[in-house]
């Protein structure tokens, strides 16, 4: 029988739905961080040209990470590890991550000189709309960031590492150095220079992600010794793996560099306004999403290996409809909220009410995303669980083609706003396509319990949002007049006011997973006690 998603149990030891919560609140903590970091950014630089000119010097190297690190090698690094270890011997665990990560080292080594030798051709190609003092801007804050990217892809492959063998703590909270780096350089720099400041405080936030993970890889017994041995069988398994992978994300990723091109010919801040936009949208999914697919992937990947992929499609059951029972109502949440939202996160100093207008429009647009998005971050897991890095190609190359008709022709309508509902009819149309395989498949059925779950969670959804209408409408006179603390307090009390009609409403529809969450939050505040308690008594 497939052990529920948040189930818990009596034992002192954090069972998985502790687990998961435990990497929620970090997660949340780096979010918490991470949106700080943008905050600061927005009230000090605002919507601008500066700020279209840092974006765009740190899209190309985010890419980078995300698609050689963050997407191709940390999702298939976690099965190939596992394969290697025997008992506790961890030699043969060495030796791989030794061969890969020299060899990922060389690949982001050359990959930095070839960008930086070649910036001056590609960055004029990529933002065709900027002025030249703006892509002059960019094209130094490149020359100060690019080269960070080789320790960000260090710390990437460590965290694979650590999450492989379920230490998710540290590698959850590390990304919120590379945040606090930036937020001390943005609060403290002065005068013209100051981008430039941010700049190195961004390079040196990806030096100290890397350097807090290196203590807890070697506590696994981990060795690094660099090697050249190319002909290591996990150097092999990597690429066929990760071929097909690597161009998944690099045609995943080509309507990003389509849309920030499409932006840049629009006006100056329209880059800055999808970037702000995008990043809220990613809330819910970094909080939740994230923390889900961390601590159920590598449980995904165990079952795979096992005969007739053993409990893989109980436990792709559970969790998908945990993330809907989550998802749903969050994205209901988000749509009726967006304008409080991005005032309560940006709205101060050089960022001003109309901006406020603008990127709420843009976050709803994106919005209707958030719950296809969440769903295939899950069925992916399930993919590269399964070592099939080919669907995800096949989809995403259909979607980037849907998005080279459509985005133009939305653009021409509707401006900013058509490229943010082009991005947001994009997930419906992946997830549509990975599910279909997987139901072909057997690993997902749609059934009529399926179905009744579906409407009593839209039920629960729509308490909410009325509740969340009806609190806002009473309390917009207090947010309207008040400063940031008080409308993030207004902002709570709604959020407050519909999570617990949701979960009242779940409870009253039995739907099980209200009781699951509730007892989860409880037993990772037990254990949380119980860990202070030690700490005080030791």
Request: charged share 10%; proline share 5%; aromatic share 12%.
């Amino acid at each position: 029988m497939t052990q529920p998603l948040l189930e818990t149990s009596g034992s002192s030891t954090p069972t998985r739905g502790r687990t998961i919560g435990l990497v929620s609140i970090l997660t949340l903590v780096v979010a918490a961080f991470g949106y700080f970091r943008e905050a600061t950014l927005a009230a000090r630089f605002g919507v601008s040209a500066t700020m279209d000119a840092y974006f765009g010097a740190f899209f190309i190297p985010n890419i980078v990470y995300i698609v050689l690190v963050l997407g191709t090698l940390s999702p298939i690094f976690i099965p190939i590890l596992l394969q290697e270890e025997t008992g506790r011997d961890r030699s043969g665990v060495s030796d791989a991550f030794n061969a890969v990560t020299s060899f990922v080292l060389m690949v982001l080594a050359g990959l930095v000189v070839c960008g930086m030798l070649t910036t001056r051709y590609w960055l004029p190609l990529l933002f065709p709309g900027f002025a030249s003092s703006t892509v002059a801007l960019a094209e130094r804050l490149i020359y100060i960031i690019f080269p960070a990217v080789v320790f960000l892809g260090l710390s990437g492959i460590f965290a694979a590492a650590l999450n492989g063998f379920q230490k998710f703590a540290l590698p959850s909270f590390a990304p919120a150095l590379s945040s606090f780096a930036v937020i001390a350089a943005a609060l403290l720099a002065r005068g013209s220079h100051a981008i430039y400041i941010v700049g190195i405080a961004t390079a040196f936030g990806f030096f100290l992600q890397f350097l807090v993970l290196i203590p807890a890889v070697a506590a696994l017994g981990i060795r690094y010794r660099p090697t050249l041995n190319f002909r290591h069988r996990a150097i092999g398994r990597m690429l066929h793996l990760g071929g097909p992978l690597f161009l998944y994300l690099a045609v995943a990723n080509a309507s990003m560099l389509i849309e920030r091109n499409l932006a840049s010919r629009l006006s100056p801040g329209a880059v800055s306004a999808l970037t702000y936009g995008m990043r809220v949208f990613t809330v819910p999914s970094n909080f939740l999403a994230a923390p889900l697919a961390i601590v159920a992937y590598p449980h995904f990947a165990r079952e795979a290996l096992r005969e007739n992929h053993g409990e893989l499609r109980g436990q792709l059951s559970e969790t998908l409809r945990f993330v809907v029972f989550l998802f749903l109502p969050a994205t209901v949440w988000t749509l009726l909220n967006a304008l409080p939202i991005i005032r309560v996160l940006y709205e101060r100093g050089q960022f001003l009410p109309q901006d406020s207008l603008l990127i709420s429009r843009v976050l709803m647009l994106y919005g209707i995303g958030i719950l296809p998005n969440a769903i295939a971050v899950i069925l992916l897991r399930c993919f590269y669980a399964m070592q099939d890095t080919v669907t995800p190609l096949i989809a995403e190359s259909v979607d980037l083609c849907f998005y080279l008709v459509t985005a133009p022709l939305l653009l021409r309508r509707f401006g900013i706003e058509g490229l943010a509902m082009t991005r947001g009819l994009t997930f419906f149309l992946v997830t549509a396509i990975l599910g279909f395989v997987l139901a072909r498949r057997n690993f997902i059925k749609i059934d009529p319990q399926t179905l009744y779950f579906f409407i009593r969670t839209a039920t629960a959804s729509f308490a909410m949002a009325l509740v969340s209408w009806t609190a806002l409408h009473f309390l917009q006179p207090w947010f309207d007049s008040g400063g940031t603390p008080l409308r993030l307090g207004v902002l709570a009390l709604v959020f407050l006011a519909s999570a617990v009609t949701f979960l009242i409403a779940a409870r009253l529809l039995k739907l099980q997973e209200a009781a699951r969450i509730v007892k989860a939050a409880l037993g990772l505040i037990s254990s949380m006690g119980w860990m202070s308690q030690r700490r005080s008594l030791g």
